[in-house]
């Protein structure tokens, strides 16, 4: 059973601009998890979808948006970018509180 | 607020030995638990979980649970250089992925 993908890998931003960052969960998982990973915060949570609405929500800021689609993929958009953003980004698909993480999305803002 | 406290480390231990990693947590409506790992640059992997009290084996992993001290631990048997790398331990109490708290890991090092 193949894993979560993210997509990009890697992304550089300047400050002001927006991003978008993709997510497909594992085959069968309907719901997907965003994270952010810096190493002074540890993993924080930003918000959970379940078939298409969003079920769960942490405590960032409203520049931080997500959507779920039918096929269970997500994305995560992130507005007027500040340098503070600068993190991994990650995914995971989950199944009775067992999260499995993707890859993650290096995102630096300079 | 629900917290999961882990020393951050780094913890070394020399190859071969055992690494006994620990991690206790606040709320006590938490109903399971898991570990992860996480090599530097990489995204955590799941290596263990337990629900019930006591010890719960696989390979050379071995998770404890001691819900009355509101304490896990996880063993790691004849420590090898590729188990070097943080552990995170997360408590989660139900509902939708908000009832999952991590901690913010421990760094393991094992010593050729």
């Given at each position: 059973?193949?894993?979560?993908?993210?997509?990009?890998?890697?992304?550089?931003?300047?400050?002001?601009?927006?991003?978008?960052?993709?997510?497909?969960?594992?085959?069968?998982?309907?719901?997907?998890?965003?994270?952010?990973?810096?190493?002074?915060?540890?993993?924080q949570?930003?918000?959970e979808?379940f078939?298409?609405t969003?079920?769960?929500?942490?405590?960032?800021?409203?520049?931080?948006s997500g959507?779920?689609?039918?096929?269970?993929?997500?994305?995560?958009?992130v507005?007027?970018?500040?340098?503070?953003?600068s993190?991994?980004?990650?995914?995971?698909?989950?199944?009775?509180?067992?999260?499995?993480?993707?890859?993650g999305?290096?995102?630096?803002?300079? | 607020q629900?917290?999961?406290?882990?020393?951050?480390?780094?913890?070394?231990?020399?190859?071969?030995?055992?690494?006994?990693?620990?991690?206790?947590y606040?709320?006590?409506?938490?109903?399971?638990?898991?570990?992860?790992?996480?090599?530097?640059?990489?995204?955590?992997?799941?290596?263990?979980?337990?629900?019930?009290?006591?010890?719960?084996?696989?390979?050379?992993?071995?998770?404890?649970?001691n819900?009355?001290?509101?304490?896990?631990?996880?063993?790691?048997?004849?420590?090898?250089?590729?188990?070097?790398?943080?552990?995170?331990?997360?408590?989660?109490?139900?509902?939708?992925?908000?009832?999952?708290?991590?901690?913010?890991?421990?760094?393991?090092?094992?010593?050729?």
């Amino acid at each position: 059973k193949a894993g979560v993908t993210q997509t990009p890998r890697y992304l550089i931003k300047t400050r002001g601009q927006q991003v978008t960052l993709s997510c497909s969960p594992i085959s069968g998982h309907r719901s997907v998890s965003w994270y952010q990973q810096t190493p002074g915060q540890g993993l924080q949570f930003l918000f959970e979808y379940f078939s298409e609405t969003q079920r769960n929500k942490g405590n960032f800021p409203g520049r931080f948006s997500g959507r779920q689609f039918s096929n269970s993929r997500s994305e995560m958009n992130v507005s007027t970018l500040e340098l503070g953003d600068s993190a991994l980004y990650l995914c995971a698909s989950s199944f009775r509180g067992e999260q499995y993480f993707g890859p993650g999305t290096r995102l630096t803002v300079t | 607020q629900k917290e999961v406290e882990q020393n951050s480390g780094p913890l070394s231990v020399p190859e071969g030995a055992i690494a006994s990693l620990n991690c206790t947590y606040s709320d006590r409506g938490s109903q399971s638990f898991f570990w992860y790992r996480q090599y530097s640059g990489k995204s955590p992997e799941l290596i263990m979980f337990i629900y019930s009290n006591g010890d719960k084996e696989d390979g050379r992993f071995t998770a404890q649970l001691n819900k009355a001290s509101q304490y896990v631990s996880l063993l790691i048997r004849d420590s090898q250089p590729s188990d070097s790398a943080t552990y995170l331990c997360a408590a989660y109490s139900g509902g939708g992925a908000d009832g999952l708290t991590f901690g913010k890991g421990t760094h393991l090092i094992i010593q050729p």
